[in-house]
């Protein structure tokens, strides 16, 4: 599987900045997550994958420092891209993580029809 990440229109890479603010314990659980899920897909057995809204999902993950979740959109065959990253600290996802991830969804996928 491809793995992409959301760039701002100013160029940063939110999933970039937020896995740097992590414990490098926490950083070394993403990299298997990510490598995982380049490696088997949707197949990968280390997480867990859910639908938060239309075609708006979510890995969930655990890691030492807590349980994180990585919103994405599934593009072509074969190609994800990771919109947003956070901690969970609460049951449901927060409305403004969920409204963010909505929003660059909304601009990846506008800018992929162009």
Known sequence: MKIDFYLTSSGRNVIDEFVRS???QDQGRFVEVYKGIQAQGL??????FRQLQGKLWEIKYSAPGGKYRI????MEAGRMVWLHMFK?????????????ALRRMEDVLKYEKK
């Open 22 to 24: 992590l414990t490098p």
């Open 71 to 74: 919103a994405y959109v599934l």
């Open 88 to 100: 969970k600290k609460t049951r449901k996802t927060p409305p403004n993580d969920l409204d963010l």
């Open 43 to 48: 197949g990968c057995p280390t997480v867990q």
